[in-house]
């Protein structure tokens, strides 16, 4: 079964306004992370923000902040103030404790294009 | 002052050849892993090792061995190179088995089998 599930394959948003980027996810372990990285045309993968199963507020990284909704297993990425060097794909990940080696689970991406 | 770095970026080889990727790390971390990105973008764990001993050995063909001399570095050899084989790599570290230990990524070295 997929673990964490993007359901938007491409995004497109306007500079400077506010994006979300969707993910949800599957387990029945109690302790998990959440994280998102971005990866540009570039090629290269950077964190971006992290949310811990256990954490009760919304996790936040300067314009990046993560809806998290553990009822609904989702952990939506938020992009303020949108910039054209916002313009990439967007991985949600998961690392599970059950899992052996703790091995990061990623959904298949988005991709966001910000237009000027 | 780069923190995990793979050599080669990019590299083109025939099929059949064998070929491997090395990556270092300098964060101290005692867990490293190999991920292939696929032509759709889609990122897989192949291998994770902890303090040079394999913890996690994915699904892959015997023709990749993975080899970690000190928990610094991960190589990966593969041998009779096909064309499937065509991806980016990418290593990481992480620093804990802890699920809020972000991993950290290599640029990815570009692997195209013709």
């Known amino acids: 079964a997929q673990k964490i599930t993007q359901t938007q394959p491409g995004m497109f948003v306007q500079e400077k306004e506010a994006v979300t980027l969707d993910c949800t996810y599957d387990?029945?372990?109690?302790?998990?992370?959440l994280f998102w990285y971005k990866q540009p045309s570039s090629g290269e993968m950077i964190f971006l923000i992290y949310?811990?199963?256990?954490?009760?507020q919304n996790a936040t990284e300067g314009r990046y902040s993560l809806n998290f909704q553990k009822a609904r297993k989702s952990a939506n990425l938020v992009i303020s103030a949108s910039q054209l060097g916002d313009s990439a794909m967007y991985f949600c990940?998961?690392?599970?404790?059950?899992?052996?080696?703790?091995?990061?689970?990623f959904g298949a991406g988005t991709i966001l294009r910000v237009k000027s | 002052d780069t923190a995990v770095s793979q050599t080669p970026k990019y590299l083109v080889t025939q099929m059949g050849n064998d070929k491997s990727i090395k990556c270092e790390q300098n964060?101290?971390?005692?867990?490293m892993y190999w991920y292939k990105q696929d032509s759709k973008k889609f990122l897989k764990i192949m291998f994770s090792?902890?303090?040079?001993?394999?913890?996690i050995n994915e699904t892959v063909p015997n023709r990749f061995s993975p080899k970690s001399p000190d928990k610094a570095h991960l190589n990966l050899h593969i041998n009779s190179l096909e064309l499937g084989d065509s991806a980016v790599y990418f290593c990481?570290?992480?620093?804990?088995?802890?699920?809020?230990?972000?991993?950290?990524f290599g640029n990815g070295t570009r692997l195209t089998v013709t």
């Open positions: 990481a570290s992480t620093g804990g088995t802890a699920y809020n230990s972000p991993l950290h």
């Open positions: 990940a998961m690392r599970d404790v059950m899992e052996y080696g703790n091995k990061l689970v």
């Open positions: 387990t029945s372990d109690q302790s998990y992370g």
């Open positions: 964060l101290g971390h005692d867990t």
């Open positions: 090792y902890n303090n040079k001993e394999l913890i």
């Open positions: 949310q811990g199963s256990y954490d009760e």
